[in-house]
């Protein structure tokens, strides 16, 4: 019983999540919290007297607490793409809850709310019991004294070897899990750096370019999931890939438009899609959600805004989006677009159900509804290429029919379906993906020829390191893709190079690409707007 109690003790808060799912596993780690607080109650019960019943409950009490912290901190990367950050969430709670009152009946919601208590409650009684167990074998000095040992040797051994930060991309096996302890510690400091003011961050590059250069024609910047430089590195997927790409090529050039190529390095790898849109779209590098949080919390300029200032109407294209973003405010757009405002009810696909190519025909017909008129700034993160990549959903060469309740004819949705991902080999189902993406892409151009428009198209991040492999580099492709002759010569004398394929060295890193696009998109106003 005394090796059950340490083992429910230690997995409660070392497990790990099953991504992308609520769900966890315990993979062995230790936990040095456990180790310190048996020490102590060690010394108590040596020096003193056991521990009283109301010690061990309000030991449990905390216990939980304790478990509840862990579970935020690797559930949320999962489930809502980004860190837990109290100072910022806690506020849109009373949001959450009238958004889940409004779709969900009352009694799913007692349900719901009963089946969390009654959760909270059994794990609140397992851990007492547990830690009863552990009181009571204090009493035999041989257990005590075994566990004694343990303890000392365990402290030791995390002060020797205490866990590393994770690596974006590597999967590293560590005797410790990081201290849960820790987690809180960071969402106090969350909380008095943001009460202090964010003098650590750098200051924001100056975004004063007039946007001469784009005015009168729309701005899509487009990020492309998982769309890494291995799709050119690595000669098994990118020779798959250059059909596709080839025909993206083809498709720009039969509608008048150019494009220019350069290669940056990415914020982030194999994941964590929000640090590369955050660096891009506020000129501050941010690699880590520390940064992040802190940049949330201050009152900077970014790309929407500047965009906004000079008339345009500012949008976010988020088909991902599934819950409440106070991103969006941060950012300065217009409009959003989430996936309950777009609306699908056709095939799921991925994780998030939506196919790219729907979420730009949904857009466009919503626009045309709205009679949107005027320069738009677009902000479209893909998510037909997440990872796992499968099943893929298949291109649809008649795009008003992606607008119907049947999309696709039963044969080619049998056939995207039977592709599942292979968890050994994700190569094929990545190379589906970015063909489907780039197919996706080019069929949109062509059903817009006529529109004059600006389009950035990069890689938030490189594929998971299953893909990537060992030791690749964190560099992301970059096109933009216009008809503007003067945008892109601003741009190729920035070192970008024609055509869809670069030169395979980074111009600088996501952060630095910003004051770039604002130098080629127009020229450095005497003053701001009014």
Not at 176 to 202: C, D, H, K, M, N
């Amino acid at each position: 019983m005394l090796v059950a109690a340490l083992l429910v003790l230690d997995a409660s808060l070392t497990f790990e999540n099953v991504w992308p799912t609520p769900a966890v596993h315990w993979g062995g780690a230790l936990s040095v919290e456990l180790a310190v607080c048996v020490l102590g109650l060690a010394i108590v019960s040596r020096w003193s007297r056991p521990p009283s019943r109301a010690a061990i409950a309000w030991l449990s009490a905390i216990w939980t607490l304790l478990v509840i912290g862990h579970y935020a901190e690797v559930t949320a990367p999962a489930l809502y793409g980004r860190d837990i950050n109290l100072y910022w969430d806690l506020r849109f709670i009373p949001d959450v809850a009238a958004m889940v009152t409004k779709v969900a009946s009352w009694w799913l919601i007692v349900l719901s709310v009963s089946g969390a208590v009654l959760t909270l409650g059994l794990l609140y009684a397992l851990l007492r019991l547990a830690w009863r167990c552990i009181a009571a074998s204090m009493a035999d000095d041989r257990q005590r004294h075994a566990l004694i040992a343990l303890s000392v040797a365990a402290v030791a051994w995390f002060i020797v070897r205490p866990p590393k930060a994770e690596v974006p991309g590597e999967v590293t096996v560590q005797a410790f899990a990081s201290p849960v302890v820790r987690t809180y510690a960071r969402q106090v400091r969350f909380v008095a750096e943001a009460i202090a003011g964010s003098r650590a961050l750098p200051d924001s590059p100056p975004m004063t370019s007039d946007l001469s250069r784009v005015q009168g024609a729309d701005v899509y910047l487009v990020f492309v999931e998982s769309y890494g430089a291995i799709s050119f590195d690595r000669p098994a997927l990118a020779r798959p890939i250059a059909a596709s790409r080839a025909r993206l090529d083809a498709a720009i050039r039969e509608t008048g438009r150019q494009v220019v190529s350069a290669f940056v390095e990415s914020p982030t790898f194999g994941g964590s899609s929000w640090l590369a849109h955050i660096s891009l779209l506020s000129g501050i590098e941010v690699r880590d959600p520390d940064t992040n949080a802190k940049l949330m919390t201050a009152q900077r300029d970014t790309l929407a805004k500047a965009f906004g200032r000079r008339g345009f109407r500012t949008v976010g294209l988020m088909p991902g989006l599934r819950q409440s973003w106070p991103e969006g405010v941060f950012y300065g757009f217009n409009e959003i677009y989430g996936a309950e405002r777009l609306d699908y009810s056709g095939p799921e696909f991925g994780w998030f159900a939506l196919p790219d190519q729907y979420s730009l025909a949904r857009f466009d017909a919503l626009e045309e509804a709205r009679g949107s008129a005027g320069e738009r700034f677009i902000f479209f993160p893909t998510i037909s290429t997440h990872f796992p990549f499968r099943p893929t959903p298949p291109y649809q060469p008649d795009w008003p029919r992606m607008l119907t309740s049947h999309p696709y004819d039963g044969p080619d949705i049998v056939r995207a379906y039977a592709r599942q991902p292979d968890w050994t080999n994700f190569g094929p189902g990545y190379v589906e993906a970015m063909t489907y993406d780039f197919d996706m892409l080019a069929g949109y151009l062509k059903r817009h020829a006529d529109r004059d428009l600006v389009m950035i198209v990069l890689g938030d991040h490189q594929p998971p390191a299953a893909v990537s492999g060992e030791h690749a580099s964190w560099d992301v492709p970059v096109h933009v893709i216009a008809s503007r002759a003067a945008v892109l010569d601003r741009l190729l004398s920035a070192g970008f190079t024609t055509g869809l394929t670069s030169a395979r060295h980074p111009i600088g890193r996501m952060h630095q690409l910003l004051p770039m696009l604002l130098d080629a998109f127009g020229d450095k106003a005497a003053s701001p707007p009014a």
